[in-house]
């Protein structure tokens, strides 16, 4: 596996478990070769240039199943120093491997749409630089969860978000896209910003970096530089609330979801969102633990107000008579980042933080699942109906049947509600991590934006099985859009048939 000199003069010859972090190395050097491959290809064969992206992305995500068989860690030091634990930057635990096969299979699945997408925008998409970028953020998510010192951690996030601001503005001559990223630039710069000088403090009041180390030594912090170590803790979770579109750090949400190309909105609501929460899962409860009575109540508050704000966002584009699905499941979005808050600010108030966090581990898998779905059905309808307004969903049933049950599926699972029980067993878990934490003021907030957020969702499926007006749109189905809505399909199906599996495979086992 590894191999750690014990020595001061030798502490830095080791060798590389390439094994442990073949998952984002394959799909970094598929990005690479995707690049180089771009610029031999005549222009009618660079489609070709997806499916090798599929199968790379494909080639990673099973690169997890021979790391099951245990916990594996590269790049370590032994300290030396009394007390002092063997430390390591990255961990192939299975936490790291739940969420790498989130992101992984989340980014496969953006992808599909985006072969599609590529063949009909293809004058306005380069697609070389396209498949490069979309392969480097998704080899930082992977490497995100994996991250166990606050440098790593902070490379990966930025691995991930730097391809995504050039993808979200990618199309040319399009200016609604430029707008978005530099929206989405402007606000990522700054979280990034806030977050280094968070752990600048950290760093200068533990002397390290590695998350375990600095759970130990921030404890014993002179007095003196107490308040210096509180304002690191506080700095660094505002700047991964950033990340993660918590209120009020969520205005970049809706703009830049409307001005990317669909495929990139899809994957920055699901990839994007599981890697921002897999940071802050692990400075929280694993650099941050002493501290819990600082970051548990401002992440409560940050829950209360992001799904309450979301929610209610979404209910206001009711008031507008063209307004867009994408919008829409943009606002969706950040109402549902409230409910990933919940169990993580549970944590911080119970002893079994894994139950806790293993709640919001379950939910995101639903929520990948469901919301890439629903984003599948959304670039579907998008290739006949260029503004994708909620109004152009009407009468889908009546030319696309099996369409329109999926998607009526997808938000009846967004919305908690029965034949979508694996929505429902997904709010449940959180729920009861609320409560079972003594948060009952958020469980009752909670409660109170489930049932707001049913009137958007349920009068978007009511609307499906409504009787088209005028011709309806016929809608032929692509195999790679086939493909995607098969999987999700298939997947949220059989996990509302067998709903525990998910709390035992989302089971961290972080301590």
């Known amino acids: 596996m590894h191999s750690v000199a014990q020595s001061p003069a030798q502490s830095l010859v080791q060798s590389v478990d390439w094994l442990a972090v073949a998952p984002p190395v394959i799909a970094a050097v598929v990005g690479l070769a995707v690049l180089v491959a771009d610029l031999f290809l005549p222009e009618a064969r660079k489609p070709v240039l997806g499916w090798i992206s599929v199968a790379g992305l494909a080639a990673a995500a099973l690169m997890l199943l021979p790391l099951l068989d245990g916990n594996r860690s590269t790049f370590c030091v032994t300290g030396t120093g009394t007390g002092t634990t ?62 166990r010192d606050l440098a790593t951690l902070i490379v990966a996030l930025e691995v991930t978000t730097l391809p995504a601001f050039a993808l979200v503005g990618i199309r040319h001559g399009d200016k609604r896209s430029s707008e978005a990223a530099l929206k989405f630039f402007l606000s990522s710069v700054t979280a990034t910003a806030v977050s280094l000088l968070g752990i600048s403090f950290v760093y200068a009041t533990t002397g390290t970096l590695y998350l375990t ?30 990340k993660v579109a918590a209120v009020p750090f969520h205005f970049w949400v809706p703009d830049t979801y409307v001005g990317a190309p ?46 309450t704000v979301g929610n209610v966002g979404a209910l206001r584009q009711q008031s507008t008579r063209a307004y867009s699905a994408v919008r829409l499941l943009a606002w969706s979005s950040v109402g549902q980042a409230g409910y990933l808050l919940v169990p993580i600010a549970a944590a911080g108030y119970t002893k079994d933080a894994d139950k806790a966090i293993g709640s919001t581990v379950a939910y995101a898998l639903m929520y990948a699942v469901v ?29 696309n049947p099996v369409t329109a049950v999926l998607m009526a599926f997808f938000l009846l699972c967004l919305a908690g509600l029965p034949p979508g029980v694996i929505g429902l067993f997904a709010k449940v878990t959180v729920f009861s991590a609320a409560v079972d934490a003594g948060l009952g003021w958020l469980a009752v907030v909670m409660a109170v934006n489930v049932v707001i957020a049913l009137y958007y969702y349920l009068q978007w499926t009511a609307l499906l099985f409504r009787a088209p007006e005028g011709e309806p749109a016929r809608h032929r189905v692509p195999a790679p859009l086939t493909a995607a809505l098969a999987l999700t399909g298939v997947l949220g199906v059989a996990l509302s048939v067998a709903p525990q599996l998910v709390l035992g495979f989302a089971a961290t086992g972080l301590f």
């Open 213 to 242: 180390q600095v759970a130990q030594r921030v404890q014993h912090v002179d007095g003196q530089f107490h308040t210096l170590a509180q304002t690191g803790v506080v700095l660094t979770l505002v700047g991964f609330a950033f």
């Open 371 to 399: 919301n890439l779905g629903a984003f599948a059905v959304a670039a579907l309808v998008g290739r006949t109906k260029s503004l994708n307004r909620v109004s152009d969903y009407r009468g889908l049933y009546a030319t």
């Open 262 to 307: 669909l495929p990139v909105a899809a994957y920055l609501s699901v990839v994007g969102k599981a890697a921002g929460f897999s940071g802050l899962i692990l400075v929280t409860v694993v650099a941050f633990p002493s501290y819990a009575d600082v970051w548990g109540p401002a992440l409560a508050v940050l829950a209360a107000l992001t799904m």
């Open 86 to 147: 063997r430390a390591c930057s990255y961990t192939a635990d299975h936490f790291t491997l739940v969420i790498q096969f989130l992101v992984l299979g989340g980014a496969l699945l953006a992808a599909l749409l985006s072969v599609t997408n590529l063949k009909d925008e293809h004058r306005r998409v380069p697609t070389g630089e396209f498949w490069f970028l979309l392969l480097q953020s998704a080899a930082g998510a992977a490497l995100l969860p994996a991250s």
